[in-house]
Structure formats: C-alpha cells, structure tokens
C-alpha cells in the first residue's frame, strides 16, 4: 500500500524521488519510461469520483485519490474479505437454487444462492460466517441486475 | 450453389461464419436482438434483420423469426455457429420445411445424439467402446439410489440432453447422492427444458480428447485429427490444444477410425464432433457427439490446413468432400486461449460491461477470432466470450512461448477478464511439461490463483499515472469553470509535457 | 546465449523483431527519436533509449549514438531490421569492435554484396548466371554514351550503392541517357552518398523472383524457396507472393541451387535474399543480394513453418541451423500486401497525419503485422508503410480471396492508403490467373485506377451519414452555448435514436 | 453529385425518401441500415470547417455541408483537374530536382519539380498548360511542409 501527499510527493518517503517521463498516448493509456525502462499503464475512471482501476504489466488495481491531491492504493482483492449486507447479482438473470432460508446460520465459505446469468451459473459465497436476515427470491425467478436478493447480517 | 447465408447466431462465431461466406462469394444476413443493434456481426453482415428482444429466448430462440428473416432475405441457408439453436433438430427440421439449406445435420442425427442415452445406445450398438453406466434415464429419487449402488461411486450423474458441463454432477459420496440428482435435474430442466438424467461410472482424472469429424451427403466420412481439451474449470473447456501431448501415431489412428464409424453409425452429415474421454493408460470411453461446430475448431484449422466452415458450406450444397483422409496430416501446434469478460479473482463471474480500450495480439502464427471494439457494451444476455486467440508453433514449445507473447501484448480496458489467469495456466509446470488432465485446474489452483506480484517500481508508476491523469482531468474542469483564472502551477505542470519530476 | 537485444529500428520490424524476442525469454531495448516518443516500438519494448532528433540521419543513421543506448542499456546484440543501418558495414563492424553481436552478415559480406558491381563479380566467379551488363562503374558521360552503345539499349542504369529501386533508371532512347545518368547519379548520392552507376541490359517485362536463404556460421547454407515479387510500382514491390505461380518443381530446385551457391560465395552469415529476375522462358539471372530481412518475408514464414527472425538470433548466437534442406517444404500459399500512408489518386503522394480510427482485419489465416494505433501520428520523417497484411490458404485461389475478405475488412480513417488500390490488383484478371511480370500495374493501370463505384444508396447513406453528424456536432454546440434554450425540433431529433426519417 | 436542403430533405427529390436505422456506434463510425442492407460509414472532420471526408464500403469522399443545412458532395478525384496556384508538399523533404525555371511554359502533365519525403520521390506536375512564374527553390535544398516551391499562373 503506498500513500503520499499531492504536490510534495517528492518529499515523501513512500514514492520517493520518481523521474520519469509520462505521455498520454491514447485515452487514458499512459507511455512512461523510468530509468530508461518502457512501462505501460491503462487507467478507467472508477465506479466512484476520484477512483480508478488501473492495469499494469501484471496486475489491476484500485485506486483512490485522497483529498489533499494525496492518493491510495490498493490491491483489488487485499480488501475483498468483507461481504456485503445484500447479496445481489450484477446480471440480470435466474435464480437456480435458493440455499438458506431467512433465519438461517452459514458458515464462511458457504454458497447461499446459484444465480444463472450470462449462460454461466455463480454460486454467491458468504466471506465469514453470517445470519440470513431475509431471503427475497424463489428458484426460479427471473431478477434484474443488482436487485436485492438475500439480506445478511 | 447456395447465394446468401443467413448467420443465426451472434460475437465471434457470426463473425466467423460470414467471413468464410465472403471469401466464399456468398452473401451474408445477421439477426440481431435488441441489445445487438451497434454488435459487430451487424455491422459485418451485408444485410441484417432485427429478430426480437434482447432475452435469446424471445430472439436467437425463436425459430419463427428467425425463418421470418431468412424468407425476407431471400437467404437458401442457414447457419446456426454453435450454442442458440446449433443442436436443436426442430430447427433443423423447419428449416427443411421450408426449403431453407441448413448448414448442419439432419433432425435425426442431431436428436440421435442430442439426447445422450440414445447416443450411448447407438454407439454400444455400433462397438464403439462408451463409459460403463446405465442406458435408461432415472425414473425417480429411489431407482437413482438403486442404480448408484449398482454402478458404484463415484459416479457422475448427466442430463441426457446436456452438453457443455450443464447438468452434470459428481457423486462421490452415499449422501450427496440425492442433492446432485436434484441440483442436475433443476439446471438440465432451466437449460434445455427437460430433466432426463441418467448414471455413468466416474472415471478420475480423465483426459478429454475429441475428434474432428467431417461427413457429406455421399456416405463420406474423414476425421480431422484429435483436440486436446482437459483444461477445463466447472466442465467448461478453457484452453485447448493440438495434437494432444498425451496421444501416440497408433491411438491416433484407432481413435481417428472408431470417430469416423461413430459418426456414420449417427448416420451424420456436415462437421461434428466425438468427445472421448481417454485414462492415463490411453483407454478411451464415447463420451458425447456435438453435432455443431466447435468453439475449439480454430485449432483444427490451424494444423490442418482446412477451413471447416466452408466445408460446412460445401457439404450442405450436396457437394462431395474436397479431401480424402490420406490427404490429411498435422503440421506444427495449435493452441486456443478463450478470453472471457470474466473476473478471476471473484469466483470467475462474468463481467459485462464497455469495452473502453483493446489492444490485439497480431504477428506471427497468432489467429484472433473477436468481435468486440472500443466503445462495445458486452450485452448482459448473452455468453461473456470476448474472443479466442488461437497459435501456431512449430512445435509445443514455440506455440506456448508464442501464447505467452501474445497474451501478454493483449490487454482490455473496461471489462474483467481471464486474461491473466491463462498466461499463469501457460506458465505452470504440469501444462507446459504437457502432462495434465481434466483436473488440471483443481490441482494447480494454488499456481493459478496466486497473487500477481508487482514490484516497488510498479505499484510507484502505476500510482503516479493515476495521480497525473487526475490532476489533468483537474485542470480541464477547472479551466473550462474559470477559463481565465490563470493557475500558474496548473499551467506549468501542463507545460512540462514529457519530464515529470514527482 | 543473447539475453537483450537493441532493436536499432522503428515501424511494424521493430514490433516484429521484439515479438520474437519476447517468445525466446529475450529482452528488448527500443531506440526513439523525438518524433518517436508514442510510437508503438517504444511502448512495445522493455526499454527504451532516446537517440536524437527526428530526422533520421540525426538518429537511427547516427552509429554512434545506437551503440551508446546499446552500452547503456548492456544490450549484447543488436538487430538492425531492413533500412536505416541494416546493409551497413561500417556498423556491423563498429558492433563487432565494441563486442556487440550484430544480427546480420560479416561487414564484408555486406560491402561484397552492397557494392552492385563487386557483386556482380563474385557471382561471375562462382558461376551464377548474372544479366549481361558492365562490371564496372561508368566514369564519365562520354563513357557512359559509348558502353551503352556497345551493351545495346534498351538497357537499365543502376546505383552500384543501390536497393530498393532508388538510383535506377531505364533508358530506352539515346537521348534519355544523359538525363537518366544524371537522375540516376543525383538520387543515388541523395539516398547512398555515393553515385557511382552501372549498366545492365534491360530484360523487358522480367518476373521478380527471390529466394531466401539462411547461413550459420558453420558454413551450413539453406534456402526457403521463392518468393515472388512482380507486382512492383516503380520498381518498389507491392504485393508479394510465395510459390511463384510461374514456378516449376525442377526450375524451384536449380534456382534454390544457384541461391544456396550464391550465398556461399558471399561468404554469407544469417538470413538473407537472392534475387533474380526471370523471363518467360524461365531463364534466370542474377540481380543482387539483399543482406538483410525482407520486408516481405513473413510469405516464407507461413508457407515454410520457420520464424526467420528467431534462426537470425540463433545464427547471431553462432548455433547451427535447426534445419536441413530435406526438412523444408512449402505448406499452402501466402501472398503479403503492403499497407502504406499513401494516396493512389494523387500519384501515390505519402499521406502522413493521425489515425482516427482503424480496423484491423482478424481471423483465419491471416497475419497482421503493424504499429500504429488510434491517435497515432504518423511522423513526416520515415517510410509510410503502416502494416502488412500476410494471408495464407490451402491454394492460391483461396489465398487471394481471403486477402480480398482481409482488405474488404480493413479500415483506416485519418490518412489515406493504398487498401482499395490492392483491393483491385487481387480482382485483375491478370493477377488471378497468376500471369503477371514486373510490367503488372502499367499494363492494368486502367483497371487499377478505375474510379470505385458507389451507386444511389451508397451516396445517399454517405450524405446521410454526414448530414446527422453534423447535426449532432451542431446540436451539441448548440446545447453548451444555451443550455437552457430548448430547441424542440432538435430535441425530438435527438430522441429518434434509432430510426431516422430524413 | 447529390444535393438537396436539410431539414426538408425528404421533400426533394435528390434524396427521395432514405428511412435508414442509423447509429454512431465509435466515434465518428455509423451503422446504416437500410432496407436492411448493412452500411459501415466512417466520417473525419475535413480540412475546413462543415467539410467532411467519408469513406463508404468503396469509396472515399469529400463533402461540405452548405448553409442553410444543406449539404454537397464530391468524389474526391472529380475536381481535381485544376492547380493550385503555388506548388507545395505537404511533407518535409529535399529537393530531388527543379525541372523548371522562371519564365518557363510548361504543358499539361508535365513534371516542374521532383521531391523526396518519407523516402519516396514523388514528382509533382501540372495539369493543365502552365507558365511558371517563380521558383523559389534549388536542387538539394531542405524543405519544410507547406513551404512554397514554384509559383505557376
């Protein structure tokens, strides 16, 4: 993880003293070359202001830019162990099999509902142990992208 | 000779089929869905017809308008790619019908084998050797524990109208035996609207190895060599190659021979495909006949030298095979790489969405089937293939290290994809010493799902992109709002175009 | 073994050459002048070294500052492609003093051959049929009007320093001698810095061929058979293909011969070029030595198997070749078209400027080895060419009509290109039927240069099109301006997404 | 040559009556149905303003949106038998050869001047008969894009 402040980020230990040479080549690709080494860095604006998901060589990130033109970053999957209080399919779809009933205890790891979307089927974990609050869906219904289909606690 | 083909299908493979038309001097028509008006196959198409909504049910489902268009169009044929309607001998039949070339096989072939309990019976019939099971589908919950018992754990239960990994479970233990018969009936019954299962013994870590087989309406049959196809997750196919690494001259050819007489005991005509699974001993069970075309038939392609869709085209036309099986040999070795918008790091669930940069892989011995553009919205509806990239080499060595080459210079913006999850998969030992089968994945997870490292540099240079393009996006915002509010430090951090010291 | 390359190139052969090296584990190093900085080789590479200014002879041409980035970066090899320093010998030689591999021929080889005349002489003395001409430079004017006299008109006067056509001029009246010598002479020294010239008898309407051939430093010499280039615009090729449709088994097998004895005779090292011309009567003669890859030589790599560009790197390495003759043979057909920034109805003017747009045509068997990108500006100072396009088929009836589906797909806004013009070459009679020499294009101009047809309904959808943009160009202008200002009719145009009644 | 008033171009009858299904689906890329015949139209802003250049599935254009919305529009070739009256190149370059000198009649077709840019000679004529009235360039010199060469009448 690498946090600095905007401006002065040459005075900051974390990103040290970067010399590099930046061009824009395409939108939103950037050429930079650093110590006479070729990089290339694709970035995406992000699903909220001042984010972006970014691909480098070998990796995608997320990252944020702080207030004060400072910024942080993070790995995209690091910060994934937490889930959701509404479990929700991003695809409109069909529900395959509900797993848990509202009042229900499941243990991390377990699947609570098989959604078919995009002619393949997700099985949705929990990331931790977790209390079924309620449970919105039947098998097979069909459902909209991002409507609420089981609510944890 | 047929004039104009109507392609009924959508992505790569329409792309795929109307370019062949076109070398072949045929015209081509598209249907399109609602949600394909701006797709590629639209725009490749001489001709397009809208067809319905975007739901495949109410639109590449729908025989009627899919008929509809091609009276409109005046097209004499019909291609339906693979998926969609490619297996579903009504379709087939109404095409007859109506006077319309289907470009595939006849209603029985594709019912014969279609419905898996009938493939396994007319093959046993026509000695070629098929996994041990039953012949019958399950009747109920207690003839399924009873024929279990029977054949023996681990088994796996099959949807008899399966294909392509639906409706299929393993059943390992007594217990899990009624959950897998009822989560098997319920996808088979939501993916091809019938819950027929029946029972094949489970053979462990097999290999999947199919035959390309091609026959005309002249009782001429020739077989196009094996795919190695044993990179698989969930029964999904995601990297296949040719030839095998597993496969001997001998195997080869007795395979080659059992796959033509299959294909004429289906009594078959156009392209098809036996899948066998093969154990590590290189005994071979018929597993299944796909009576479409392939989403692996590039590869086939490649080492063989044989477009197979204008075969397709040619055998539907009457005309004779071109090629006689002596003809035939594999030159060199072909991998295929499925790209999928898919996320690999969130349990591989698709990832529709706008594709907002693409850079290709080109240059030697690299074949790109696509049909995304920068700017394409990925519909939610349909499959998440982005397209396949498929290699040649002179051998397995160079076609790996030329995957990796190209895989790397590939990169998307916009959507997740599987992208990097191949090249770890053309990176780990058991792939590239060649030996692994269909628990490949399984077995390697801990390779394939391993972090991407990215070292100090990296992660700095990535950071400092970012902060820069914000910073100018910034600076626009704020020059349009204040146009004359002079921000000499904006200004002349604008100025300095190529140095940037942070 | 090599482990970093400095490709001392740009354009579409620098992405080729790292391709390869990237396959092989090797790192690359671009080199870039100022007008360089976003171009793709520099993207493209692992690093990437600044060398000058934007003219070449003030970076890619400058020695020095080549083997300082080559110092800097510890490349132990460089790859020079094909123009700029690549049939130079001083440089082959200043990498060899500096203990830098040059991936190419000895500077001797490379003088023996460069220098036309020499040439001319080595392969006299080893037999290989040369056109009947001088062996020695002219020297004067008056020598010029006398040797002429004596060789016969018509004759071609030719830059001994020549390659590429520049420098060469046929005279076919006496009168022209003196203003073609001077020609001559003025472009020769403009584009080699040397004018010295001589005199071949002219072979009206000669076929093109070439041979490649590739050499280890072992002594070992074999060639990849033929490839033919008749299809030439004032002596610069256009289209190649390989087999030679005029070609026979036996005359295939002599000249291989004659190529592989040619080679030896130069004392040859790496991969490199001997062409001929032929006449009808399949009499062959030699003409030079490019001592350098081809621009043209992926044709030989899909039909032959071999990536030439990894056998240089091995020959550099000073492995012996991977291959003997009896291994080689020729798979399928594959014609290669040139894509360059030019403008057929404006007397093929170099059309420099930004890529708006492009689509690059994909699928089977095709090759697409290219280097700009959307944004791209294509710089003033370096060849036009932008991409190649390289189709192989079965035969060569399939070949030219997957070129035909490549080229019907291929589209670029922003610069104007040679597409449609090669478009038309692969629907000339003369060329379908694979009876061409280098006298093609002036024989077809009629045809080539035919205006495209475009009925009604393609001008009125070109007007449409046109018209609607503008009107949404000006909608927008519009609603920035008054934002509030609702202009009704516009507002209702704007809502007809789809279909729009003019 | 099509021409015809915009809003109200259905009325003329240069473009009867076009029902098209038109989408921009990139920038400056349009799918046209019509009649459902599939058209791809790519459009780049021209040189001057309400110009654009067009390429169809065969040809290129230019075309100039006139006042009063209406629009014109030429194949590129058709009018280009008249000279400008400076001859130029749009590139840099050197001087190959001057063909021509002040005061000199040249005809129709003939060449007045030989230029190499992006390594190509390109030869430059005139096509119509021509008198020259200055040149204002040598054998051998640099050139800069767009820096005039000869004056013809």
Redesign the interface.
């Known amino acids: 993880m ?1 946090t ?1 402040t ?2 002065h ?2 005075e900051k230990e974390t ?10 080549v ?5 050429s ?1 070359l ?1 110590n006479n ?1 070729s ?6 604006p992000g699903n909220k202001p ?1 984010t ?10 997320d ?1 944020e ?1 702080l207030d004060a ?1 400072a ?1 942080y ?1 993070k ?3 690091s910060d ?1 162990m937490d889930d959701d209080s509404t479990i929700s399919s ?3 779809g ?1 529900v ?2 509900v797993l848990v009933k509202k009042g229900d205890s499941v243990k991390a790891g377990e699947t609570v509902i098989i959604i ?8 949705y ?1 929990v990331k931790k142990d977790r209390k079924i609050i309620d449970v919105l869906v039947n ?2 219904d069909t459902i909209d ?1 991002n409507q609420p289909l089981i609510i944890i606690e | 000779m047929i004039k104009k083909v109507l392609v009924a299908n959508r992505g790569e493979i329409a ?2 089929v109307m ?2 038309c ?4 045929i015209l081509s028509v ?1 249907i399109y869905s609602d949600a394909d ?2 797709s590629m196959h ?8 809208h067809i319905g909504p975007s739901p495949s049910n109410e639109s590449y489902l729908v025989i009627e308008n899919i008929i509809d268009a091609a009276k ?2 005046g097209a004499d044929a019909i291609h339906p790619g693979y ?1 969609f309607l490619s297996e579903n001998a009504k379709f087939s039949d109404r095409c007859k019908e109506e006077g319309i070339k289907f470009i595939g096989p006849s209603s029985e072939s594709i019912s014969k084998m279609g419905d898996k309990i009938t493939a396994r019976r007319t093959m046993i019939a026509a000695h070629v050797p098929v996994v041990p099971g039953t012949t019958d589908p399950l009747t109920s919950e207690e003839d399924a524990l009873k024929v279990i018992k029977k054949v023996g754990l681990p088994v796996m239960l099959k949807a008899s109208s399966g294909g392509g990994g639906k409706g299929m479970r393993l059943v390992t233990k007594e217990e899990d035996i009624l959950p897998s018969l009822r ?1 098997a009936k ?2 088979s019954m ?1 993916s091809f609207g019938d819950d027929a299962v029946y029972v094949e013994k489970f053979i462990s870590s097999p290999h999947h190895i199919e035959f390309q087989v091609l026959a005309d309406s002249h009782g001429n049959v020739i077989h196009l060599f094996e795919r190695e196809c044993s990179v698989q997750r969930r029964h999904q196919k995601v990297v296949e190659e040719t030839p095998s690494p597993l496969m001997t001259p001998k195997v080869r050819n007795e395979m080659g021979e059992v796959a033509v007489a299959a294909t004429k005991a289906a009594n078959y005509q156009g392209a098809g495909t036996i899948e066998f699974i093969m154990d590590d001993d290189l005994n071979y069970y018929f597993l299944e006949m796909n009576t479409r075309l392939q989403v692996e038939h ?1 590869i086939t ?1 490649r080492v063989v ?3 197979l869709v204008k075969e397709q085209i040619r055998i539907a036309d009457g005309q004779k095979l071109k090629y006689k099986q002596e003809d035939l040999s594999q ?2 070795h072909a991998i295929e790489c499925r790209i999928y918008a ?1 996320d690999p ?6 990832s ?1 969405g706008t594709i ?2 693409i ?2 892989p ?9 049909y995304v ?4 919205e990925i519909p ?5 293939l982005i397209s396949k990239l498929i290699i040649w080499g ?1 051998d397995r060595d ?1 076609a790996i ?2 995957m ?2 190209a895989l ?2 590939y ?1 998307i ?2 959507v ?1 994809t599987g992208i ?1 999850f191949l090249e770890k998969i053309m990176n780990t030992p058991d792939f590239v010493e060649g030996k692994y089968n269909t628990q490949f994945i399984e077995k390697n997870k801990d390779i394939l799902m391993e ?4 070292d100090g ?16 996006r910034l600076k626009k915002v704020k020059d349009r709002i204040h146009p004359d509010d002079v921000n000499s ?1 904006w200004k002349a951090f604008g100025r300095k ?6």
Chains 1, 4 share one sequence.
Do not use: W
Request: with cysteine.
């Open positions: 690498l600095a905007g401006k980020l040459a990103l040290q003293d970067y010399n590099v040479d930046l061009v824009e395409e939108k939103g690709v950037y930079i650093y080494k990089y290339n860095v694709e970035l995406a001042k972006y998901t970014i691909n480098t060589l070998y990796n995608s990130y990252i830019i033109e910024k970053m790995n995209r999957k994934d991003p695809m409109p069909k395959v099999r078919s979307a995009m002619k393949m089927e997700s099985e974990k098998d097979g992208g | 792309i795929r370019r062949t076109r070398e072949m001097g598209a008006r701006k639209v725009r490749y198409a001489d001709e397009a017809y409109k169009s998926g989560a319920s996808e939501a590039p392609e030298g044989i477009d030159n060199g898919e790091d969130n349990n591989f669930m698709p529709p907002l940069h850079t290709e080109l240059g030697l011995g690299v074949r790109h089937d696509g553009y920068e700017g394409y939610i509806y349909y499959d998440p002179i160079e290290q030329r990796k080459r790397f210079a990169k913006m916009g997740k990097k972090e991407n490292r990215c540099d990296c992660k700095a240079i990535a950071t400092i992109a970012a902060f820069i393009d914000y910073q100018n430090n175009r190529n140095i940037t010291r942070l």
